[in-house]
């Protein structure tokens, strides 16, 4: 048995993602830019307005039937004043790995999308003031599990083959291999990124949602949504399995059946989508 | 709603999403496609539309059960999940319909 990496290690080792040489420096800009203390509004919209590519990618996302806004959205700028500048920030990060997703875990982004689509519906559906807000926590969830594989490539090869031939969960492989999973290095990343505290929180405890204290409601709606995109059978994440559910989330949701139906109904439209992002 | 590619639009086909040019819709939500409209679109840079009608499902349905089998596996015993599954399965059968 090898030895178990060490958590301390694990956190400087996986913040410091600008010294790794496999991770695109598009990335790296956009980490190094949200590292700073103040970042202004004309700022990021310059930084993603400069290039056509980034800006086509996010105004493809939230142009598609995952935000449903009636009338097309045409510039950042724009994006920024109905979106606000945290679901844009996080957008921009959510297309930037987009690529590395795609390369490193087949499956993981139709799976992101469609746990934003559900987060979206689910907050709508109770009401939450910034539906989209809750959404970028669904889009944004799994991000440890990159962030994992281009600092530990090896090591987290054995632990995509644990899940598979053990049929376990990802999260329960990570535990054995690793002192800490993709939910905590999400979290670090995301509170060195100077994300909002709820989407911190909705990544840190997506798989342990009655450990959170300061985002219940959010966390809750990213846990109920990763179990009914893999309910589905939306993308595939690392792991084919339906996860346990937390009952504690279920029953602060109180999602009535046609609920569920509505999300479901939602997740097949956005699923035709997620192919041309 | 279905995802259709350009060539395989037909006269009669209902937008189900506004068709955008830049910014401004060409052609907006609940159109009729005749062909004037089709040989215009074939004539754009754009590779999909979305119409009325329910996708075409690119496993059968029987497969698709086994999958969602696969996917609950060792689940049986949890009620709630139990009953998320049975309503993912209708959602799945109504595809089929
Ligand atoms: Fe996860
Ligand atoms: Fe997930």
């Not at chain 1, 049929?167 to 290095?185: K, N, P, W």
């Not at chain 2, 506004?18 to 910014?23: A, K």
Request: aromatic residues 6%.
């Amino acid at each position: 048995m090898t030895e178990r990496i060490d958590i301390r290690n694990m956190r400087t080792r996986t913040e410091a993602i600008n010294a790794l040489p496999t991770v695109p420096s598009a990335l790296k800009q956009i980490s190094a830019m949200f590292e700073k203390p103040r970042l202004s509004i004309d700022e990021l919209s310059g930084f993603i307005s400069g290039d056509p590519a980034l800006t086509s990618k996010i105004l493809k996302m939230v142009n598609s039937a995952a935000y449903g806004f009636p009338n097309r959205i045409s510039s950042i700028s724009h994006a920024i004043m109905l979106l606000g500048f945290n679901v844009v920030r996080g957008l921009l990060l959510g297309v930037s790995v987009f690529d590395l997703m795609q390369k490193n875990i087949a499956g993981l982004w139709e799976h992101s999308v469609g746990c934003a689509v559900a987060a979206r519906c689910i907050a709508q559906k109770k009401n939450l003031q910034e539906p989209e807000e809750v959404s970028i926590c669904g889009l944004l969830h799994d991000i440890g599990k990159v962030i994992l594989i281009l600092h530990y490539p090896r090591e987290y090869e054995t632990v995509l083959a644990k899940a598979r031939d053990e049929g376990i969960s990802l999260f329960e492989a990570e535990q054995s291999r690793f002192e800490a999973t993709h939910a905590d290095v999400g979290s670090w990343l995301a509170r060195k990124w100077r994300f909002p505290v709820n989407l911190a929180e909705a990544i840190e405890y997506h798989h342990t949602p009655h450990l959170s204290r300061q985002a219940k409601l959010e966390t809750a709606i990213v846990h109920v949504s990763d179990i009914l995109v893999r309910a589905r059978g939306i993308g595939i994440n690392g792991d084919m399995l339906v996860p346990d559910i937390h009952p504690e989330s279920w029953t602060l949701l109180q999602l009535t059946d046609d609920d569920v139906r509505d999300i479901l109904a939602e997740l097949e439209t956005a699923a035709s989508e997620a192919e041309d992002l | 709603m279905r995802k259709v590619s350009i060539d395989q639009l037909e006269p009669g086909m209902v937008l189900e999403r506004p068709i955008l040019r830049g910014s401004t819709v060409f052609l907006g939500k609940g159109v009729v496609l005749g062909e004037t409209a089709i040989s215009r679109l074939r004539s754009m840079e754009i590779e999909h539309a979305f119409v009325e009608g329910s996708e075409e499902q690119p496993i059968s349905r029987d497969e698709a059960m086994t999958l969602l089998d696969e996917r609950f596996r060792n689940k049986e015993d949890d009620p709630l999940l139990k009953h998320i599954k049975n309503l993912v399965r209708e959602h799945i059968a109504g595809l089929y319909d």
